[in-house]
């Protein structure tokens, strides 16, 4: 046995809580069971004989399915099988190893085949299965029913066995199937995971306790619960119930190391929590027993604003949000060249701080005992100078600037000035413009603005503006499509986004794994900015019946201005607005406009690029309005 396997003894009391009466749990009515363990082994075991679905203490001679195997396959499940039966405690570990791996090693090596070769699952799932089945050893039972927990939280088996699957599994222990149940029902809810399970997992399956810690966010903290399934969002929804958040879009979920050097938003990398942390627990366990590292959580998990949507939001969270901004400032995260802009903004932090009596020793103190990246650029009392011009210019001396005033205006300046570090980032794209120019492997930062490309050799942390190599504007955009699989049963999608420029009408094909994602979260913003969009386009001519006709006469190309937003027209196909050109107002059909997706009026480059688009739309005939 290895050093970390847990005691026999704490296993024997531990199978109190699992419930010893296995086949005792008569969910399903037994004329309305499906296909059970046994069956499905006569008709898919290579193995015929009549144990062959049954525990056993020795060597199984290839995988138990019968498909087609390559030599590695086969290889490779027969080192899962002695994984699963090292970890069961059904032989001895190999002392003779020269690299012995502990309970997690085994879990982590038998959860990352099935996540990373398809092919393996059902496997995987018929050789614990048949550990347990009429297996004597309590003990031995009772890990192999944590194991199922852990590989059911990781992957899905096939349609063909996950009735088979749930019948095993509600015949099992009567106080640990239902755990069981919930960690494979959440993995058919969110997905399959992307890497085998952690540390704090492993511990969670043993207790049969969810995984607790805080989350950090400025202003407070707040305490949530995890399992192997949970998402950024769902952990977001939990910090909602503390008295300083209100809910807004654009929040995520951050996993850091504790001497926070190095931070990933969840919601841009893994769609689970665990994945990120798994990562920073690799960071930390190289040497460390895994039960001292599921004990100390070496990682810490923040709430941060990832992304400003393209509307103002209102106050809330305005707190954390300026405190994340100023906390940025200072270890590097936003920065700017410009000596005016960070001097205004040592200004607008006096402020907050101190008040609206500027103090200049006082500020001088400040600036030396909190430095933000930048200052190197000249000396603390060159920054008072400054810091102190910047207060006198925006009479901050005044008693009706108040502290909510300045910290809206830092907030709408990070908005305009570090749009690109306030983005949702997709890894691992692939883009294919126009059907002729492809770029592989680039990262897509989704922001208020819109879609910006950065390529391969510019990490995704560092990039700005001028890393991009494409950038679509939501203002440029008139349609993204639905997402689709590249081929049948394919995990990676596409989806398009067609957009307007001065050369014409494109379309951007995008492939990800995460392209479901990044086209929701594009899609979302593309159409908030509709709805409150005020402005339209004519797609037609139209005239009104009458000179004294209450409907508005136009042109192809002319601009209608709504007074309210489009989302507030009242349906029936008709709308009031004022035609830009005759300055003229009156009702006209709807559907002889296109909304623009713009939250100020176009400029007139956009304007004149759409007038070209609408050209190209095959109009609607006045006999259909």
């Given at each position: 046995m290895s050093d970390d396997d847990l005691d026999f003894d704490e296993i024997e009391s531990a199978f109190t809580f699992l419930g010893d009466n296995e086949g005792g749990n008569d969910y399903l009515d037994i004329a309305s069971k499906p296909e059970n363990f046994k069956q499905f082994s006569r008709k898919y075991f290579q193995d015929k004989a009549v144990s062959a679905y049954k525990y056993t203490k020795h060597p199984i001679q290839g995988p138990l399915l019968k498909q087609i195997w390559g030599d590695e396959d086969t290889e490779?499940?027969?080192?899962?099988?002695?994984?699963?039966?090292?970890f069961m405690g059904d032989i001895p570990s190999d002392e003779n190893d020269d690299e012995p791996m502990d309970n997690l090693q085994k879990v982590q090596f038998i959860c990352n085949v099935g996540i990373t070769r398809p092919n393996t699952r059902d496997e995987i799932f018929s050789q614990v299965c048949k550990q347990l089945t009429e297996n004597p050893s309590k003990p031995s039972r009772a890990r192999g029913w944590i194991l199922l927990a852990l590989v059911c939280g990781?992957?899905?088996?096939?349609?063909?066995?996950?009735?088979?699957?749930?019948?095993?599994?509600?015949?099992?222990?009567?106080?640990?199937?239902?755990?069981?149940?919930?960690?494979l029902e959440r993995t058919i809810k969110n997905g399959m995971r992307e890497h085998p399970p952690t540390a704090c997992e492993l511990m969670m399956c043993f207790k049969k306790?969810?995984?607790?810690?805080?989350?950090?966010?400025?202003?407070?903290?707040?305490?949530?619960?995890?399992?192997?399934?949970?998402?950024?969002?769902?952990?977001?929804?939990?910090?909602?119930?503390?008295?300083?958040?209100?809910?807004?879009?654009?929040?995520?979920?951050y996993i850091a190391s504790p001497t926070m050097d190095m931070m990933t938003s969840v919601s841009s990398g893994y769609s689970h929590v665990l994945d990120t942390i798994f990562e920073y627990e690799n960071l930390a366990s190289q040497g460390n027993d895994w039960r001292l590292v599921a004990a100390q959580q070496p990682w810490v998990v923040m709430l941060r604003k990832e992304v400003f949507a393209p509307w103002f939001e209102g106050k809330v969270n305005i707190d954390l949000i300026y405190s994340q901004i100023m906390d940025g400032l200072i270890r590097g995260i936003y920065t700017t060249d410009d000596d005016v802009e960070l001097a205004a903004l040592l200004a607008q932090r006096y402020l907050v701080k101190f008040g609206n009596k500027l103090n200049a020793s006082q500020l001088l103190d400040d600036l030396r005992s909190h430095p933000?990246?930048?200052?190197?650029?000249?000396?603390?009392?060159?920054?008072?100078?400054?810091?102190?011009?910047?207060?006198?210019?925006?009479?901050?001396y005044s008693d009706s600037v108040s502290v909510e005033d300045v910290k809206i205006d830092v907030i709408q300046f990070a908005r305009s000035r570090w749009f690109m570090e306030f983005s949702?980032?997709?890894?691992?794209v692939s883009l294919t413009l126009d059907a002729e120019k492809t770029m592989e492997n680039v990262t897509v930062f989704v922001n208020g603005r819109g879609l910006y490309v950065v390529g391969s050799g510019v990490q995704s942390g560092q990039a700005k503006y001028s890393d991009a190599s494409l950038h679509i504007l939501f203002s440029s955009m008139v349609g993204i499509s639905s997402t689709s699989p590249t081929h049948h049963g394919s995990q990676i999608h596409t989806f398009t986004v067609s957009y307007v420029s001065d050369n014409g009408c494109h379309k951007a094909k995008f492939v990800a794994l995460a392209a479901k994602k990044l086209r929701d979260f594009a899609d979302q913003f593309l159409r908030g900015i509709t709805f409150r969009s005020k402005y339209c386009m004519a797609t037609i001519d139209y005239k009104s019946p009458g000179t004294n006709s209450e409907f508005l006469s136009f042109s192809q190309g002319d601009?209608?201005?709504?007074?309210?937003?489009?989302?507030?027209?009242?349906?029936?196909?008709?709308?009031?607005?004022?035609?830009?050109?005759?300055?003229?107002?009156?009702?006209f059909p709807t559907a002889n406009v296109v909304i623009l997706p713009s939250l100020f009026r176009p400029s007139s480059a956009t304007l004149d690029v759409f007038r070209e688009y609408v050209k190209s739309i095959a109009p609607a005939s006045n006999d259909e309005l």
């Amino acid at each position: 046995m290895s050093d970390d396997d847990l005691d026999f003894d704490e296993i024997e009391s531990a199978f109190t809580f699992l419930g010893d009466n296995e086949g005792g749990n008569d969910y399903l009515d037994i004329a309305s069971k499906p296909e059970n363990f046994k069956q499905f082994s006569r008709k898919y075991f290579q193995d015929k004989a009549v144990s062959a679905y049954k525990y056993t203490k020795h060597p199984i001679q290839g995988p138990l399915l019968k498909q087609i195997w390559g030599d590695e396959d086969t290889e490779r499940m027969l080192a899962v099988w002695y994984a699963i039966v090292r970890f069961m405690g059904d032989i001895p570990s190999d002392e003779n190893d020269d690299e012995p791996m502990d309970n997690l090693q085994k879990v982590q090596f038998i959860c990352n085949v099935g996540i990373t070769r398809p092919n393996t699952r059902d496997e995987i799932f018929s050789q614990v299965c048949k550990q347990l089945t009429e297996n004597p050893s309590k003990p031995s039972r009772a890990r192999g029913w944590i194991l199922l927990a852990l590989v059911c939280g990781s992957f899905l088996p096939s349609e063909a066995l996950l009735g088979v699957l749930k019948n095993f599994i509600n015949n099992g222990p009567s106080k640990y199937a239902p755990f069981i149940m919930k960690q494979l029902e959440r993995t058919i809810k969110n997905g399959m995971r992307e890497h085998p399970p952690t540390a704090c997992e492993l511990m969670m399956c043993f207790k049969k306790q969810p995984i607790k810690f805080q989350v950090h966010f400025f202003v407070g903290s707040h305490d949530v619960e995890c399992d192997s399934q949970a998402t950024n969002q769902e952990l977001v929804v939990q910090c909602y119930d503390h008295a300083a958040l209100n809910p807004e879009l654009g929040l995520g979920i951050y996993i850091a190391s504790p001497t926070m050097d190095m931070m990933t938003s969840v919601s841009s990398g893994y769609s689970h929590v665990l994945d990120t942390i798994f990562e920073y627990e690799n960071l930390a366990s190289q040497g460390n027993d895994w039960r001292l590292v599921a004990a100390q959580q070496p990682w810490v998990v923040m709430l941060r604003k990832e992304v400003f949507a393209p509307w103002f939001e209102g106050k809330v969270n305005i707190d954390l949000i300026y405190s994340q901004i100023m906390d940025g400032l200072i270890r590097g995260i936003y920065t700017t060249d410009d000596d005016v802009e960070l001097a205004a903004l040592l200004a607008q932090r006096y402020l907050v701080k101190f008040g609206n009596k500027l103090n200049a020793s006082q500020l001088l103190d400040d600036l030396r005992s909190h430095p933000v990246a930048g200052m190197q650029r000249h000396a603390a009392k060159d920054w008072a100078e400054l810091a102190t011009e910047a207060f006198d210019a925006r009479e901050y001396y005044s008693d009706s600037v108040s502290v909510e005033d300045v910290k809206i205006d830092v907030i709408q300046f990070a908005r305009s000035r570090w749009f690109m570090e306030f983005s949702r980032r997709f890894v691992h794209v692939s883009l294919t413009l126009d059907a002729e120019k492809t770029m592989e492997n680039v990262t897509v930062f989704v922001n208020g603005r819109g879609l910006y490309v950065v390529g391969s050799g510019v990490q995704s942390g560092q990039a700005k503006y001028s890393d991009a190599s494409l950038h679509i504007l939501f203002s440029s955009m008139v349609g993204i499509s639905s997402t689709s699989p590249t081929h049948h049963g394919s995990q990676i999608h596409t989806f398009t986004v067609s957009y307007v420029s001065d050369n014409g009408c494109h379309k951007a094909k995008f492939v990800a794994l995460a392209a479901k994602k990044l086209r929701d979260f594009a899609d979302q913003f593309l159409r908030g900015i509709t709805f409150r969009s005020k402005y339209c386009m004519a797609t037609i001519d139209y005239k009104s019946p009458g000179t004294n006709s209450e409907f508005l006469s136009f042109s192809q190309g002319d601009l209608i201005i709504l007074p309210k937003m489009w989302a507030e027209v009242e349906e029936g196909g008709w709308a009031s607005g004022i035609c830009e050109r005759t300055k003229k107002s009156g009702d006209f059909p709807t559907a002889n406009v296109v909304i623009l997706p713009s939250l100020f009026r176009p400029s007139s480059a956009t304007l004149d690029v759409f007038r070209e688009y609408v050209k190209s739309i095959a109009p609607a005939s006045n006999d259909e309005l």
